[in-house]
């Protein structure tokens, strides 16, 4: 079946450490997105990826990074320079045509 | 840069009466896509309902139907006959035409009582 899987589900970090979160689709998509979301906030932007080898910031870029070196595959780093990184991730992508998002099932990031 | 409000963080409805989650957007575009996503308590977000701006008609999806009122930016979800399964997250979602970079409300928590 085709979908988007994201690992791990729940990822605990020390301050200080980067870690990466995983994405990774087989429904041919192009676009591919991050999004963060904290508790009455919805979901924001980070990064995201319209095709191969190119990526744009989002509205909270700061303290990650990406990579998109496979149209498959879209990971996220969250740096220590990300100052309050526990929040819950999601990726997502989509076709061309406007036709919405195909969500993974997130991952719960908790510093400790 | 467009924003999408929606003004009513929590609502209940009793199971099988119709609820109204309401949203309103800000953008200077003529073209765009609205959306509705669900987000049970699993936390995996579930597609709705789908509106074109350029479509007057108002989409429905079965127990599903939105009041797209376009003058008023205003993008509102019915949901008819409420059922348990219905409680969730529900976030409003705004898309530019050729552009697939999507912006999200703040999201209203629904519970569906029995």
């Known amino acids: 079946d085709g979908g988007i899987t994201q690992s791990p589900k729940y990822l605990f970090r020390k301050e200080g450490q980067n870690v990466t979160l995983s994405c990774e689709q087989n429904?041919?998509?192009?676009?591919m997105y991050w999004y963060r979301q904290d508790p009455g906030q919805g979901l924001r932007l980070i990064y995201y990826?319209?095709?191969?080898?190119?990526?744009q910031k989002g509205d909270i870029a700061e303290g990650y990074s990406v990579s998109r070196e496979k149209k498959e595959s879209f990971p996220l780093t969250v740096t220590s320079a990300q100052k309050n990184p526990t929040a819950f991730y999601l990726c997502?992508?989509?076709?061309?045509?406007?036709?919405?998002?195909?969500f993974g099932s997130g991952t719960r990031l908790t510093v400790v | 840069a467009q924003t999408v409000t929606q003004s009513q963080p929590e609502m209940s409805v009793q199971e099988a009466e119709t609820v109204t989650l309401s949203c309103t957007y800000d953008?200077?575009?003529?073209?765009?896509?609205l959306f509705w996503y669900k987000q049970p308590p699993s936390r995996q977000m579930i597609l709705v309902i789908r509106?074109?701006?350029?479509?007057?008609q108002n989409a429905t999806e079965n127990r599903f139907s939105v009041n797209f009122q376009k003058a008023a930016k205003s993008f509102s979800l019915k949901i008819s006959d409420s059922q348990l399964g219905d409680t969730a997250m529900y976030f409003c979602?705004?898309?530019?035409?050729?552009?697939?970079?999507?912006?999200f409300g703040a999201g209203t928590r629904l519970t569906v009582k029995p």
């Open positions: 997502d992508s989509s076709r061309q045509g406007n036709y919405g998002y195909t």
């Open positions: 429904l041919n998509h192009d676009a």
């Open positions: 990826s319209q095709i191969v080898n190119d990526f």
């Open positions: 953008t200077s575009e003529n073209n765009y896509y």
């Open positions: 509106q074109e701006a350029y479509k007057q």
């Open positions: 979602a705004f898309m530019r035409t050729n552009n697939n970079d999507m912006r």
